[in-house]
């Protein structure tokens, strides 16, 4: 089987696994490795190499990137302490732990390079939890100190990384050099990813072209990528800032630009998740080859993960309660139930980071088919162990999102004040007019403001069930029956051949228009 065609039946097989997974209700991360690790046992099947620098690069920096489009930079900012803890501190306190751990138990490793190891297997992702908390109502500020961590602790991770990667290798480098290593990648990259969306915003504002702009947005991540790595400083902090900044100005953007890009990155981030999971159960036969005695590599892989579940446990609880007891923080933040640290430090899946950083260690470095090995080792157990259990942990300890009746007054309120502001507008347009122009076009503007005032104001009422089909609801159902009808006369007549496949191209991106419109609003 030819390089080719294995790339393109791992990626339709795994889009065919994350769509079962999808129909199922399942955690499409877990399911993907283990049919991974199956496929990589079955005769005939060509080992894929991992290369590292390209998941780097063609992996982790777009989905990255796509998700710091999506964070919510007040959100973030608003809980700076909780995630700089947990993104920075816990890499840290991990990687010291699993070294320390690593040195004793493991044979062959002596302390820089279980360090090594410690900063490899030290950053969780969060796609598997996050996957996981959206599926059952995390709280929000659950699920933005989680997307927070992830979008962090990568780049405290590999520069981490760098560091004790010098220190194995013998390059003799002091305590002040690892510190200015640190500082210089951590300050460097978030300039360069700063600047870079700074100068890509307004490039954009520029273009006023939907198609350029999307297509620009689409280069971004890789320029700022290769910018920041170029001067040696954090490339995967430099794609997060740039991709806060951007998605923190997209309302500047012209809609037809935000409806493309949604969808662009939306499918990009389906492709690279499915296929960065089976690619991890792939790894497994590669990786037991170069190893010998498995016995003992167990047990130290089993030591291994147990330090780095610990190590979580042990930090998370600490970090939420002890800032507390200072009294301006207790009175702004008050304490959480425990139920909430507990799931929080039970959401720790490695991912493709941990592998990445595990096959780019150079050869010449002692004990590295050993690092590789416990790495590959630690990523799959606890995304078993952790994809497996958190769901039942969650649903156990009852935390889920309090604030959603509050969430809708909230947006029925601004909906309210949204409309009676666009009407105030357009009383001012047409003031001269006196109704007697547009009387009937004014008329129908008013009544499609005040429905969708009326259409958010019924969400706060009593459910379906109890209180039957809402008028919204009705009319969703009954226009998205008249736009299928309308959609058939046109295809039939396409079919016919009394109108052309240009034109009926562009009715139906009129009527999906409108229907994605509808589907909208039923979601909200």
Request: net charge neutral; glycine share 8%; charged share 15%.
């Amino acid at each position: 089987m030819t390089t080719e065609l294995t790339v393109l039946v791992l990626v339709i097989g795994s889009l065919a696994v994350t769509w079962a997974c999808r129909r199922l209700d399942v955690s499409a991360p877990l399911v993907l490795v283990v049919v991974g690790i199956g496929a990589s046992f079955l005769p005939g099947v060509t080992v894929v190499e991992f290369d590292p620098n390209i998941v780097l690069l063609l992996v982790l920096t777009p989905l990255l990137y796509s998700a710091a489009l999506e964070s919510s930079y007040l959100n973030i900012k608003a809980n700076v302490r909780p995630i700089g803890l947990l993104a920075v501190g816990l890499p840290a306190f991990t990687a010291l732990v699993v070294g320390l751990v690593a040195w004793w138990f493991v044979p062959g490793l002596n302390l820089a390079t279980g360090l090594v190891l410690g900063a490899v297997v030290a950053p969780p992702d969060a796609v598997s939890a996050l996957a996981v908390g959206r599926r059952l109502g995390l709280p929000r500020r659950v699920m933005t100190i989680l997307g927070g961590e992830s979008l962090v602790n990568d780049a405290t991770s590999l520069t981490l990384f760098r560091v004790f990667l010098a220190v194995a290798a013998g390059t003799g480098m002091s305590a002040l050099g690892a510190t200015g290593m640190f500082l210089l990648a951590a300050v460097g990259g978030t300039v360069i990813g700063y600047a870079v969306g700074w100068v890509a915003h307004r490039i954009r504002r520029k273009l006023r072209d939907p198609l350029v702009e999307s297509a620009f947005g689409l280069v971004v991540p890789f320029g700022v990528y290769l910018l920041a790595e170029g001067a040696h400083t954090s490339g995967v902090l430099a794609v997060v800032v740039a991709g806060l900044y951007l998605g923190h100005h997209a309302p500047d953007s012209g809609y037809a630009t935000r409806l493309q890009e949604t969808a662009v990155w939306q499918a990009s981030d389906t492709i690279l998740e499915s296929i960065v999971f089976v690619l991890i159960g792939l790894q497994l036969r590669s990786v037991v080859a170069t190893v010998g005695d498995l016995g003992p590599l167990l047990v130290g892989g089993i030591v291994i993960t147990a330090a780095v579940v610990l190590a979580r446990i042990v930090w998370v609880f600490p970090a939420t309660y002890l800032p507390r007891l200072i009294p301006a923080v207790g009175r702004r933040d008050p304490r959480p139930r425990w139920t909430v640290p507990a799931v929080i430090s039970w959401s720790g899946m490695r991912g493709v980071v941990t592998l990445a950083a595990a096959f780019v260690i150079p050869p010449d470095i002692p004990g590295r088919e050993t690092v590789v090995f416990l790495a590959f080792f630690v990523t799959v157990a606890t995304l078993l162990l952790h994809g497996l259990t958190l769901p039942a942990v969650i649903r156990m300890l009852g935390v889920h999102e309090d604030g959603q009746q509050a969430d809708k007054l909230a947006e029925a309120q601004t909906q309210y004040d949204a409309v009676q502001a666009s009407i105030a507008r357009l009383d001012e347009l047409t003031a001269e007019d006196n109704g007697t122009s547009y009387g009937h076009t004014v008329e129908k503007l008013r009544r499609s403001a005040e429905h969708s005032a009326n259409a958010v104001w019924e969400q706060l009422g009593r459910g379906a069930a109890e209180a039957g089909e809402s008028p919204s609801a009705a009319f969703r159902r009954l226009r998205r029956e008249m736009l299928t009808r309308e959609r058939d006369t046109f295809v039939a007549s396409r079919d016919s051949g009394d109108i052309d496949d240009e034109v009926l191209r562009r009715v139906l991106r009129r009527l999906d228009l409108e229907e994605a419109m509808l589907a909208r609003d039923e979601a909200t």
